[in-house]
């Protein structure tokens, strides 16, 4: 019985890969005679009408070539490709990771007008957030928070913190180091913030709003050296540039499809003008490309996009960057900082405004007050058990003074 019941299942299975078999051949040569007939067609075309050129089709990509190379990999690379750009999720953008330069390579968010409507009762807060190196890239290959420090430069988001709506949100995503890289104060202040505050004003008047983000190294001026600077002992590298893409889909109807928008921006990582129009740094995508070296949005179909943003950029931003200069104040957390940020808009001309010099002042007492109750507490006692440790150390002294005095 055994016997006969593994003889059917042979038979069987014999039958069934016999029949795969002549399926793939009968489908292989149909292709095949489908492509001769192209091939005649366009011969035929050509000899009809000589100047009109001849794109000639590349081979089809059979199954028989699919599986073929999957032999040559298996031959060459046993044990898989060399990690070149490893991509973490997050849920509010997705990073491509440059481990040799300990930056990202790419960050890339979405922004809809139902996300912004969420997003303005978050009770998110930055006080409390603290920079920590991502866990999911290796150590060697991870910038720390210690090489930010004291370089100089600030940590520039990629994707800024109003895509976050609770503080695990911006603990967990946010404030990694796959999502940072080393920026200049004031560009991160000011040109960079309000390129960003702008994406998300946009988004309101569009379905969906999809940026990407990221450094450029770019050669210096006159030359053909790119030179860059590097920070801290793990050598995190310095771009000399940023790029933003930003992509706007309009909303469709029944009688039209999507209409797509595209531009990108370019901002020099060095101090700049904070009154600066948007359009003088608004660079083509082709030249984009090319320098980065990425095919931007590679499933979009380019005949339908409009090269060009239709939005313009508010004309009055004076009190948007004396808001921001604010809470950035209000951010400091030491005097040193404070007295960096007092420098920086003492260059842009922001502290000639009274809202600016108030926020200032205060901060100022605020903090030194809080290092006075930091020298105080060091010295007095912070429990009732060192109360009453202390209170008893001054009375042995006492009272062996008196003793060995008597």
């Not at 210690?146 to 520039?156: A, P």
């Not at 030359?223 to 893409?245: D, S, W």
């Not at 359009?279 to 980065?292: G, H, R």
């Not at 951010?331 to 404070?338: M, V």
């Amino acid at each position: 019985m055994s016997s006969l019941h593994s003889f059917c299942h042979s038979f069987l299975s014999f039958f069934l890969s016999f029949h795969f078999l002549l399926l793939y051949f009968t489908m292989h040569r149909l292709l095949s005679t489908v492509n001769g007939w192209k091939m005649k067609m366009m011969k035929k075309g050509e000899s009809d009408a000589r100047s009109v050129p001849i794109q000639i089709q590349p081979k089809q990509y059979c199954l028989y070539q699919f599986l073929l190379d999957r032999l040559h990999i298996r031959r060459i690379l046993p044990f898989g490709f060399p990690t070149i750009c490893p991509v973490r999720i997050r849920k509010s953008y997705v990073a491509g990771v440059d481990m040799a330069k300990k930056i990202p390579f790419f960050v890339a968010e979405a922004y809809s007008s139902s996300l912004l409507k969420a997003l303005e009762s978050r009770n998110a807060s930055r006080n409390k957030c603290r920079f920590v190196a991502d866990p999911t890239v290796p150590d060697k290959y991870a910038a720390k928070n210690e090489d930010y420090l004291r370089s100089g430069l600030s940590r520039g988001h990629m994707a800024p913190a109003g895509a976050q709506k609770t503080m695990s949100e911006m603990q967990d995503s946010f404030n990694l180091t796959t999502n940072i890289l080393p920026q200049d104060f004031d560009c991160n202040a000011f040109l960079w913030r309000r390129l960003e505050h702008w994406t998300k004003e946009i988004s309101v008047n569009h379905q969906g709003v999809y940026v990407i983000s990221g450094p450029i190294f770019r050669p210096q001026e006159g030359t053909n050296c790119v030179e860059y600077q590097v920070i801290g002992k793990g050598r995190v590298a310095v771009p000399t540039h940023l790029f933003k893409v930003i992509l706007t889909k309009d909303k469709k109807s029944w009688y039209s499809r999507a209409k797509y928008s595209m531009a990108a921006y370019v901002v020099p990582n060095a101090p700049i003008v904070i009154s600066t129009p948007l359009n003088e740094i608004e660079v083509s995508i082709d030249s984009l490309e090319e320098q980065t070296g990425m095919y931007f949005h590679p499933k979009l179909d380019r005949s339908r996009v409009v090269m060009h943003l239709q939005d313009q950029e508010p004309a009055a931003m004076d009190p948007q960057h004396i808001e921001w200069a604010s809470k950035d104040i209000q951010y400091a957390r030491s005097l040193w900082f404070l007295k960096m940020l007092e420098e920086r808009y003492q260059r842009q001309g922001l502290m000639k405004d009274g809202t600016v010099q108030m926020a200032m002042k205060q901060q100022k007492k605020k903090l030194n007050w809080n290092a006075r109750k930091k020298v105080v507490s060091y010295f007095l006692p912070t429990s009732v058990k060192d109360a009453i440790y202390v209170c008893g150390s001054i009375a042995a002294c006492v009272a062996g003074g008196w003793y060995y005095g008597n």
